[in-house]
């Protein structure tokens, strides 16, 4: 079993209305992520993924270009301790 890795991201940009949330909780359903995602009062998407390095590092990238009708400006990414979630949460 690989390590488990924690990335919180926030995506700015076009992020919201796009069915940015439901998308990242189908992929990370796809790839075994644990975490949620979230819509922000200022416009951006913020999530916590929690999984093998390789399949939080493809979340982060789609990240970076966010579903169909998504326009993404930015997206920071930060490094944290995993907190032994399961599931994953639309918030």
Do not use: I, K, Y
């Amino acid at each position: 079993m690989s390590e488990v890795v924690r990335r919180r991201v926030v995506v700015h940009g076009h992020v919201q209305g796009v069915f940015f949330r439901d998308t990242t909780r189908r992929e990370a359903a796809r790839r075994g992520v644990a975490g949620w995602v979230t819509n922000r009062p200022d416009g951006a998407v913020e999530a916590v993924f929690e999984g093998s390095a390789s399949d939080v590092d493809a979340l982060v990238g789609f990240a970076h270009e966010g579903p169909r009708g998504a326009d993404v400006s930015g997206v920071e990414v930060v490094e944290e301790e995993p907190e032994g979630l399961s599931g994953f949460d639309v918030r």
